[in-house]
């Protein structure tokens, strides 16, 4: 069974923290990098942070130093601590493995507002 499961989203003032969680089936979670995306309203969908397989991290300049990305092989979870958000941090929030293709199946995301 495909499953991403996204959670954590809410509203929070700038400056605020999140932690966002995703729990995954394994035939997307296992052995494959895994990422957070972002979607603004109208824009369309972004990488955030990615997570290798051996647990090397990459992070778009815009987060770079305030976003941690992690998961846990066990319970393929792949998380994303979110500390001194921007409003521009704005967005639905998803997770997914790394690269995708026109066919991949897609969870629900999870919604984060940051007001100023």
């Known amino acids: 069974q495909v499953q991403l499961v996204e959670s954590g989203g809410g509203s929070v003032q700038a400056g605020g923290s999140l932690t966002l969680s995703c729990t995954a089936s394994?035939?997307?979670?296992?052995?494959?990098?895994m990422a957070w995306y972002r979607q603004a309203p109208g824009k369309q969908r972004e990488l955030v942070a990615r997570?290798?397989?051996?647990?090397?991290?990459i992070y778009e300049a815009s987060v770079r130093r305030r976003f941690t990305i992690s998961k846990d092989d066990n319970q393929k979870t792949v998380s994303l601590q979110k500390d001194f958000l921007h409003p521009e941090d704005a967005g639905t929030y998803y997770c997914?493995?790394?690269?995708?293709?026109?066919?991949?199946?897609w969870g629900q995301g999870t919604q984060v507002s940051v007001s100023s």
């Open positions: 394994a035939s997307i979670f296992n052995g494959n990098t």
């Open positions: 997914n493995k790394r690269p995708t293709q026109a066919y991949d199946f």
């Open positions: 997570i290798f397989a051996f647990g090397h991290t």
